[in-house]
């Protein structure tokens, strides 16, 4: 490929006049370091990648690998040495690069740590999104659909829902001991009434995340109260704030219906129990996330105020999630001391019974799931101010177009030359039509590349393969999830060819990003 050339359509002897590393002004050169494609290694395992979150929030899901397909370690395209560096790619034993070999990448990817704002009741935490379909990975049950949104109940619903029924069954049976066995199906009522107050409160975090045009991806009833999962932020502390406080304001409304409700019946009935118990419920789940810590609603709000203030977002966010922190060893060891004292209304324990170590149990879950929240906020936050520096141009890899009839070691031969790392292949009027896939390049053996041609390893391009040079950050993320695929094709906004984007150059610069201190 002739390095120096000006733009224009790329060409199928290889010369495409154009290059990803010369959009980015780097001003010099080098002689490309040939790569010699006699070889084919093997042993490079593939990482296995989880969400850590959340998040939250989807990288490029890439297409899986058959199981007789070898794992791409050998066989490297030249890479160019101008371009954007990524990450360092993995060697393979031999020592040659191979572009887009797997890599652990400890244990977070784009697609599961994708930025969302989750907004929950108890116990808030960042989720990854269910794929779709009624059940997904830490999804649970699909109940139905309000406002267009699907709500899950997660399988931790049902341990709580049988405590609540064993716990409120003992009441009752101090209050009314008529009822027998009975008890246990008002405990059971009052469980399922308890979380359709924990679903209004959440619905109402959905509707205004609508109301600002903010997507919601689902509302998840789970351990401890509900999440709504926002993919996006507020564009202003002004509506960070409203988003926040409309829960725990919808949750006072309910505890106030309720007692309204509860001054109309006897006292000492079922109906009134239930009554005084969904009012006494709601009261605290809208005191408890007022707390000004994050991830809790009152965090939210804390934050929203320090942006405003400060101008900075980001400032926000720490500021409320140190107090998050905070609150949490506050909850570890205050909740347990309260408890024994009297102070939340109830009988003075003794040190070291049974009730004290359900104290500090239920402590210790609550102070942890504050903790963990505010360091999935933090991280989070993190992620948004270093999404920016995730930009096609800077990661897109060199490519040599080539006709689909092209023997694959002619290709390659054409690749090393040019110092491309990528194959396009291309009609004869130079119009781009596929990618040649590098993990089928790496399962071709040596002997056998002079007979095989590039068509037969590459992947149509589809219109959601075709991505501008210009995309960048959360755009960019956004644009690779939509379209899972191992490579992309590159263009300019005429449409001339840039070079291809392996999602897996994206996966790793994130992980690198993140790893970044703020």
Same mark, same amino acid.
């Given at each position: 490929m002739d390095e120096s050339a000006g733009s224009g359509r790329p060409q199928p002897d290889g010369t495409d006049g154009r290059r990803p590393d010369a959009a980015e002004g780097s001003g010099h050169s080098e002689t490309p370091r040939p790569v010699d494609t006699a070889g084919a290694g093997s042993g490079a395992a593939g990482g296995s990648?989880? $969400?850590?979150?959340?998040?939250?929030?989807?990288?490029?899901?890439?297409?899986?690998?058959?199981?007789? @397909?070898?794992?791409?370690?050998?066989?490297?395209?030249?890479?160019?040495?101008?371009?954007?560096?990524?990450?360092?790619?993995?060697?393979?034993? +031999?020592?040659?690069q191979t572009p887009g070999a797997p890599h652990d990448t400890s244990g977070q990817t784009p697609h599961d740590t994708?930025?969302?704002?989750?907004?929950?009741?108890?116990?808030?935490?960042?989720?990854?999104?269910?794929?779709?379909?009624?059940? $997904?990975?830490?999804?649970?049950?699909? %109940? =139905?659909?309000?406002?267009?949104?699907?709500?899950?109940?997660a399988p931790s619903w049902f341990l709580v829902a049988a405590l609540i029924t064993w716990v409120f069954g003992g009441q009752l049976d101090r209050v009314l001991p008529e009822l027998g066995a009975a008890r246990y199906l008002v405990s059971l009522f009052f469980a399922v009434a308890f979380y359709a107050s924990v679903l209004i409160h959440e619905l109402a975090h959905t509707v205004v995340a609508l109301r600002y045009k903010l997507p919601v991806r689902r509302i998840q009833l789970q351990f401890f109260g509900g999440v709504s999962e926002i993919e996006k932020?507020?564009?202003?502390?002004?509506? #960070?704030?409203?988003?926040?406080?409309? /829960?725990?304001?919808?949750?006072?409304? *309910?505890?106030g219906v309720f007692y309204g409700a509860m001054r109309l019946v006897e006292p000492g009935t079922v109906p009134g129990v239930l009554l005084a118990g969904l009012m006494i419920s709601n009261l605290i789940v809208a005191v408890f996330n007022l707390l000004p810590g994050l991830p809790l609603d009152g965090g939210r709000m804390l934050r929203a105020v320090v942006w405003k203030i400060t101008g900075k977002p980001m400032s926000g966010t720490i500021a409320a999630a140190w107090v998050g922190r905070a609150l949490a060893i506050s909850v570890l060891i205050g909740l347990p001391l309260l408890n024994q004292s009297g102070a939340l209304g109830g009988e003075t324990q003794e040190? /070291?019974? %049974?009730?004290?170590?359900?104290?500090?149990? &239920?402590?210790?879950? &609550?102070?942890?799931?504050?903790?963990? /929240?505010? $360091?999935?906020?933090?991280?989070?936050?993190?992620?948004?101010?270093? *999404?920016? @520096?995730?930009?096609?141009?800077?990661?897109?890899?060199?490519?040599?177009?080539?006709?689909?009839?092209?023997p694959l070691s002619e290709? &390659?031969?054409?690749?090393?030359?040019? $110092?491309?790392?990528? *194959?396009?292949?291309?009609?004869?009027? =130079?119009?781009? %039509?596929?990618?040649?896939?590098?993990?089928a390049i790496v399962g071709v053996p040596e002997h056998r590349r002079p007979w095989v041609t590039v068509s037969g390893l590459a992947q149509d391009i589809t219109e959601g %393969?075709?991505?501008?040079? +210009?995309?960048? /950050? #959360? +755009?960019?993320?956004?644009?690779?999830?939509?379209?899972?695929?191992?490579?992309?094709?590159?263009? @300019?906004?005429?449409?001339?060819?840039? =070079?291809?984007?392996s999602a897996t150059d994206v996966e790793r610069a994130f992980v690198k990003a993140m790893a970044r201190p703020t």
């Open positions: 990648t989880t $969400g850590a979150d959340s998040a939250e929030p989807q990288p490029p899901a890439q297409e899986p690998r058959a199981a007789d @397909e070898p794992a791409p370690d050998a066989d490297r395209l030249a890479k160019t040495p101008q371009s954007p560096q990524p990450p360092e790619t993995p060697q393979s034993p +031999e020592g040659q994708h930025p969302e704002y989750a907004h929950a009741t108890g116990g808030p935490a960042h989720k990854t999104p269910p794929p779709g379909g009624k059940k $997904g990975p830490g999804g649970g049950l699909l %109940m =139905g659909r309000p406002f267009g949104v699907p709500v899950y109940v932020e507020s564009e202003t502390p002004g509506r #960070e704030f409203v988003l926040a406080f409309v /829960g725990p304001l919808l949750s006072l409304v *309910l505890a040190i /070291g019974g %049974m009730d004290t170590v359900t104290d500090a149990l &239920l402590a210790a879950i &609550l102070a942890a799931i504050i903790w963990t /929240g505010a $360091g999935n906020s933090l991280r989070m936050a993190r992620l948004r101010e270093h *999404l920016p @520096e995730l930009r096609a141009r800077a990661l897109t890899r060199r490519a040599v177009p080539v006709e689909s009839a092209t290709a &390659l031969r054409r690749a090393n030359d040019a $110092g491309a790392r990528a *194959l396009v292949v291309v009609d004869a009027d =130079g119009d781009p %039509m596929s990618v040649v896939r590098e993990a %393969m075709r991505i501008s040079a +210009e995309l960048a /950050g #959360e +755009e960019l993320l956004d644009t690779l999830r939509a379209t899972p695929a191992t490579e992309y094709l590159v263009v @300019e906004a005429s449409g001339e060819i840039y =070079g291809v984007l």
